[in-house]
C-alpha cells in the first residue's frame, strides 16, 4: 500500500495548483537544428494524440493539449502528483523557417515537430563573373 509521509508536501501541491488561477500548464522541450530542418521535442505524457492542437499564426507556434485526470468522486486521493488539465506551449519561429510544411509525430508521449529551414535562409554560393562583358555593360546603362 501507498502511503503519505510528508504532509506539507501535498500542502505545497495544493497551494501551486490554487496560485495557478486555471493556467494552463506548460510543456517540458527541447528544440535543436539537425541539417536543414529545426527539431522540437514536447513532452506530452498520457496525452492521446487526439488532443493535441497545433496552429501557426504569423510565426508563432500553439501547441496545446489536454489530458483528463481522475474523475471518480467516490476515490480517496492518497497522492495526486501527475498533473491534469490543459497543456499550452508557445513558439516563436524565425522567419528563416518554412512553417508550410511543418510535419508532426507523436510517440511514446513525445510530441515531435520538424520545421524545415526555407529555401531562401539556405546558405547558396554565388558565382563570380570576370571579363570585360560584365563592365561594358555596367558603362552602358
Do not use: C
Request: aromatic share 6%; hydrophobic share 35%.
Amino acid at each position: 500500500m501507498l502511503m503519505r509521509t510528508d504532509p506539507f508536501r501535498e500542502f505545497d501541491r495544493i497551494a501551486q495548483r490554487l496560485l495557478e488561477n486555471g493556467r494552463p500548464t506548460v510543456m517540458p522541450m527541447d528544440a535543436y537544428r539537425e541539417g536543414d530542418d529545426f527539431v522540437a521535442h514536447f513532452d506530452l505524457p498520457g496525452v492521446t494524440p487526439e488532443s493535441i492542437d497545433l496552429e501557426v499564426e504569423r510565426n508563432v507556434l500553439t501547441v496545446k493539449a489536454e489530458r483528463a485526470g481522475l474523475r471518480d468522486d467516490d476515490l480517496e486521493h492518497i497522492v495526486n502528483e501527475r498533473p491534469s488539465g490543459t497543456f499550452t506551449r508557445q513558439v516563436f519561429l524565425g522567419d528563416t523557417l518554412d512553417t508550410e510544411r511543418i510535419t508532426a509525430d507523436y510517440a511514446d508521449g513525445v510530441l515531435t515537430l520538424r520545421i524545415p529551414v526555407a529555401e531562401q535562409s539556405k546558405a547558396r554560393k554565388i558565382v563570380v563573373g570576370h571579363g570585360s562583358g560584365h563592365e561594358q555593360s555596367a558603362i552602358k546603362a
